[in-house]
């Protein structure tokens, strides 16, 4: 019981791929090239729903937000330049849209959510193996945390009601 347990959750928590004789720096590559186009899809996606927003100040919210996901996505490309390469094309991905601002928003912020997750569970998983890039990604996990509460605020002050494009 405790052995199909551990089991499961190892399936969860370490990535197809790991442990299968790739190179453990092919790994990390994938990771956190994974991730730079995570941000970059992200912050394509806030921005253009903050040129959809009905209110000055909400846009400008999400293009703070949107600014924040690309200057992280730099600052990762900076430390290492190798997420920018072949793979990292994944930004032309569609995004996600609503009927009006509120599910818009609602989208932004589920995806705010499995991204912080999903730099969480890498950063767990990495602090002994490499602790500088769990580091890194505990970070910009706890970037995507602040932005979900940003999130969480305009939804709740925002109209679902609303059929404003």
Known sequence: MIAQWIKRLRGILVPAG???GRSRNADLADILRDDYVNLLRLADQVDDHAGKAPYPSVAARLR???AENRR???ALKEK???VAGPGAEGTELPLKT???HWERM???LE???TLE???FVQAVRLAEEAPEISGLLRDIASIQAHNKEIFIDLIARADPQANLS
């Open 18 to 20: 790991f442990g299968d």
């Open 64 to 66: 703070e937000i949107s």
């Open 111 to 113: 995806d705010t959510k």
């Open 72 to 74: 992280t996505a730099a």
């Open 106 to 108: 609602v989208h932004d």
């Open 98 to 100: 609503g009927t009006n």
């Open 80 to 82: 290492f330049p190798a």
């Open 117 to 119: 997750t999903r730099l």
